[in-house]
T-cell receptor, first 108, second 114 residues
């Protein structure tokens, strides 16, 4: 199956800092999603982005499908941004494979 | 829509007991998924239903696990008998597969088998 690798595994930020999370995938995809798992364990949808660029407030994402990677940008980070960010990719539009996640800690 | 609804949120059971997890998908979605999250293995797909029919159950760990979807608005994941290594968070997700839209996850059921 498709391999999904995320980097870095851990990220510690000072409040207000910007950061970039990366997701590499081993095959072409029909579906690519970014999720935030908050400290209560909830998986919150951030972006559905098999290609192109999207923005939502302080978050934005870019997927370069031809080069098999996606980036998640967090700007002006806040303590509420802490948690684990997962990238999940699917070549068939039904079987999401998750990366191991990036654990983000934002310090006040 | 209230999103994907799972119950119970937490379940503690003794080894050997039967456990049933429940899921109500988002209305109108044609596909339902059960995932399991553990520290060792991360998030992994257990089974995928499309139009209430199991399509891919290759992720179901063993015969102790079974899943059903009797109608478009309800699914169960059953473990019988449960073992301590089944302790994990179990997520249900639903999606309109084929429409190029995202999957949505429920809040999960944290299962502890003692």
């Amino acid at each position: 199956g498709i391999q999904v690798e995320q980097s870095p595994p851990d990220l510690i930020l000072q409040e207000g800092a910007n950061s970039t999370l990366r997701c590499n995938f081993s095959d072409s995809v029909n579906n690519l999603q970014w999720f935030h798992q908050n400290p209560w364990g909830q998986l919150i949808n951030l972006f559905y982005i098999p290609s192109g660029t999207k923005q939502n407030g302080r978050l934005s994402a870019t997927t370069v499908a031809t080069e098999r990677y996606s980036l998640l940008y967090i700007s002006s980070s806040q303590t509420t941004d802490s948690g684990v960010y997962f990238c999940a990719a699917d070549p068939n539009d039904y079987k999401l494979s998750f990366g191991a996640g990036t654990t983000v800690t934002v310090r006040a | 829509d209230a999103g994907v609804i799972q119950s119970p949120r937490h379940e503690v059971t003794e080894m050997g007991q039967e456990v049933t997890l429940r899921c109500k998908p988002i209305s109108g979605h044609n596909s339902l998924f059960w995932y399991r999250q553990t520290m060792m293995r991360g998030l992994e797909l257990l089974i995928y239903f499309n139009n209430n029919v199991p399509i891919d159950d290759s992720g179901m760990p063993e015969d102790r696990f079974s899943a059903k979807m009797p109608n478009a608005s309800f699914s169960t994941l059953k473990i019988q008998p449960s073992e301590p290594r089944d302790s994990a968070v179990y997520f249900c997700a639903s999606q309109e597969v084929g429409a190029r839209t995202e999957a949505f996850f429920g809040q999960g059921t944290r299962l502890t088998v003692v």
